[in-house]
């Protein structure tokens, strides 16, 4: 069964540092892409960032410059660094995989999704 566990959420006080985790198992093929995406409640899912196959990688505007995404691919795990955070950057995370290229940032052109980790930042 090909799924995506996302680890690493928690709570932290802004300023401080958190790296999540997202673990792909039980899929045949190599994705293009993986990204994570974040929601809170009454808002649409937000993409916060993506790597392609060949390492490429995006950021929103709203953390570019304070988060990282990287990939072990000997692992099957993207993860995602995120320094300075704010109480803005408290949501549910999401991992999300796509076999093919498309829009980085909209929920379409992905077909899996973690069941989301959740991230605190108190002020």
């Known amino acids: 069964l090909a799924q995506l566990e996302e680890s690493g959420g928690g709570s932290v006080q802004a300023g401080g540092s958190l790296r999540l985790s997202c673990a792909a198992s039980?899929?045949?093929?190599?994705?293009?892409?993986m990204a994570w995406f974040r929601q809170t409640p009454g808002k649409e899912r937000e993409g916060v960032a993506a790597?392609?196959?060949?390492?490429?990688?995006l950021y929103a505007e709203s953390v570019k410059g304070r988060s990282t995404i990287s990939q072990d691919n000997a692992k099957n795990t993207v993860y995602l660094q995120m320094n300075s955070l704010k109480p803005e950057d408290t949501a549910m995370y999401y991992c999300?995989?796509?076999?093919?290229?498309?829009?980085?940032?909209?929920?379409?052109?992905?077909?899996?999704w973690g069941q989301g980790t959740q991230v605190t930042v108190s002020s």
């Open positions: 999300a995989i796509s076999r093919y290229s498309g829009v980085w940032y909209t929920e379409r052109t992905y077909r899996d």
């Open positions: 039980g899929y045949t093929y190599t994705p293009y892409l």
């Open positions: 790597i392609s196959l060949d390492g490429a990688t």
